[in-house]
């Protein structure tokens, strides 16, 4: 398993080129993803020239940059120059970013090599991957179950060792959930702690862009590096990423919420979960019972408010400035402007994108604004007391992240409103903006299981230094 | 449970043409996940404040100039769209 520090040593006492390095992954890439299927596309072109100049560097012995050949994927939902991105949808299937996110300049700045992008549920929405216009990922551990959704290839082609880290996005579990289910780590930031310029919207509110990686301390050097302000997003905060330093838990104050623990999560991930609980207290950790009364009504405000963002948000594709347009097939014949909306969207979006476009659409209609969109509003203020009212006691909250485990593809397609429950410890997090991270805790039935830790606001150090101990505990295993 | 013309009316706002099949799908699909969100309605949110801001902060601005921008960027944004004409994207007669 190679991870940044065993590449940084790699490339700079010159065991292999940069070159020759993003050789490999891609080969690799070519070889082993026609099963996976967890990229989209990759751009070797952009990336064997980049690896050139890192040679270039190494060879006139200037100074090379932090991540110098890192090898790394994108959600398809996060623009890199002259590379397609398409959301997963058949709206963007022919679209060419023309510029780089600022995560992706930052990675390119610190010298990452981006190897391709990355399957995701169409727009971001699903938690399987199943919803891509171009076919699910396969789970590495199971190639009959499902990744995780929404960013399932990012944590595919990480944990299938296609490359070192990944990016993904995260508004109610995207980044965690598929982390969870493919036995790698994965951070949902802070809301405003990271940049989403150039990064296609889901749930404005809501998202966040955040890594993927084989160990806690390389999520951690990821997030340090796309971290902090940016003039270009106006919800970015002055903020940088300072680590604690040390692997300890002791006399840190961990919340058990018992709504975590209730009815429908599954056994063994119970088991599991209070098991490396039990080992973080022989850590010196204080474990205390808790309660979050008002998550059990998150989900449906979470619901309410993806679906209605979403709906603002995806209006913009109309078939005029990029993206999809019914025009271009020309047995049509001339469509006014309102045939051309309709046929764009009608033909350009896929079932569950058109599902929650209309529900978005529905609950902020004249007439419902107030029985929907603003009382989930309403609740999601009770929903912060709950959580201000934890960390008054406690340092630090731990859970499950999914309540099942991988689940079979094809299992819950059929009942939207199965998929949905998926998310049920996700989704709160992402409401109060609050950081959290998925740390591997082992498996059962061959199958990983993450667990989950939520941290206050900006309080990602305190994450990073408790999932440092949980990974030394639990020894995570990754795929060959 | 919604009615079909429901369904065809959201669809219209939404600007999305569905097919008969995708109508009578949607109108079940929709009801059960709008009863779902109908289990808020027992809530008591009296006196409660909605939440406007993820995080209270200080919003990042940027000084309101023009930037410039290189040739080939803006080809490459022209040439994103579907139809264009000497240079601009072409639209749809808004008038007629």
């Given amino acids: 398993m190679e991870t940044i520090l065993s590449i940084r040593e790699k490339i700079s006492k010159r065991e292999i080129s940069a070159k020759e390095l993003a050789q490999t992954y891609l080969k690799k890439i070519e070889e082993q993803d026609k099963d996976i299927h967890a990229f989209l596309a990759t751009a070797p072109e952009i990336a064997l020239k980049e690896a050139e100049e890192i040679d270039r560097k190494i060879f006139q012995k200037e100074q090379l940059p932090p991540l110098a050949g890192v090898p790394y994927s994108l959600k398809d939902a996060i623009c890199a120059k002259g590379v397609r991105c398409t959301a997963g949808s058949r709206m963007l299937e022919q679209y060419t970013a023309a510029f780089d996110a600022t995560v992706t300049q930052r990675l390119r700045q610190a010298g990452a090599l981006l190897m391709g992008k990355t399957n995701m549920d169409e727009f971001g929405m699903g938690a399987s991957t199943e919803n891509s216009a171009f076919g699910p990922t396969k789970n ?77 301390e390389d999520a951690e050097i990821i997030f340090a590096t796309i971290a902090g302000r940016d003039p270009f997003d106006a919800t970015t ?95 049509n014949g001339e469509l006014d402007l309102m045939g051309q909306y309709l046929q764009t969207r009608g033909r350009g979006f896929g079932s569950e994108v058109k599902r929650r476009i209309m529900l978005g659409t529905y609950a902020l209609s004249a007439g419902y604004y107030d029985a929907f969109y603003l009382k989930a509003q309403k609740i999601r203020t009770l929903l912060k007391h709950d959580f201000e009212q934890a960390f008054k006691e406690v340092d630090l909250i731990a859970g499950p992240v999914s309540p099942f485990l991988p689940f079979r593809i094809g299992e819950k397609t059929a009942d939207p409103l199965s998929m949905y429950l998926v998310d049920v410890y996700t989704v709160p997090v992402n409401l109060v903006a609050l950081p959290a991270i998925s740390v591997p805790v082992g498996k059962a039935q061959n199958l990983p299981i993450g667990m989950q830790l939520i941290a206050q606001h900006f309080k990602e150090s305190v994450l990073f230094r408790t999932a440092k101990v949980i990974e030394r505990i639990c020894n995570p295993r990754m795929v060959s | 449970m919604i009615s079909k013309e429901e369904v065809q009316h959201i669809a219209k706002l939404a600007r999305i043409e569905l097919s008969e099949e995708e109508i009578q799908k949607f109108q079940e699909e929709l009801s059960s996940i709008l009863d779902y969100f109908a289990t808020l309605n027992a809530i008591d949110v009296s006196g409660i404040e909605p939440m406007t801001h993820s995080i209270v902060t200080k919003q990042t601005t940027r000084q309101d100039l023009v930037c410039k921008t290189d040739a080939a960027t803006i080809q490459k944004l022209i040439d994103s769209a579907p139809e264009t004409k000497d240079g601009f994207i072409r639209v749809k007669a808004i008038f007629s």
Avoid: W
Wanted: with cysteine.
């Fill in chain 1, 140 to 216: 590495p551990f199971d190639l009959s179950r499902v990744p995780g959704g929404s960013s399932g290839g990012s944590a595919a082609s990480v944990a299938a060792g296609e490359c070192v880290f990944s990016l993904g996005e995260d508004t109610g579990g995207s980044i965690r959930l598929p982390a969870a289910f493919c036995g790698v780590v994965g951070l949902k930031p802070t809301y405003g702690a990271v940049s989403r310029y150039g990064v296609i919207a889901l749930a404005s509110s809501l998202d966040q862009v955040g890594p993927f990686a084989n160990t806690v």
């Fill in chain 1, 237 to 331: 905060v002055d903020f940088e990423y300072m680590a604690e330093g040390g692997i300890d838990c002791h006399n840190l104050r961990i919340g058990i919420p018992k709504e975590y623990f209730a009815q429908g999560l599954d056994s063994q991930i119970k088991d599991r979960i209070v098991k490396t609980l039990d080992e973080l207290k022989h850590e010196g950790a204080q474990l205390k019972e808790i309660s979050l009364p008002s998550v059990q009504y998150a989900l449906a405000v979470y619901y309410i408010i993806n679906t209605s963002e979403a709906s603002a948000n995806l209006a913009r594709y109309d078939g005029i400035r990029y993206g999809y347009s019914p025009n271009k097939e020309k047995q």
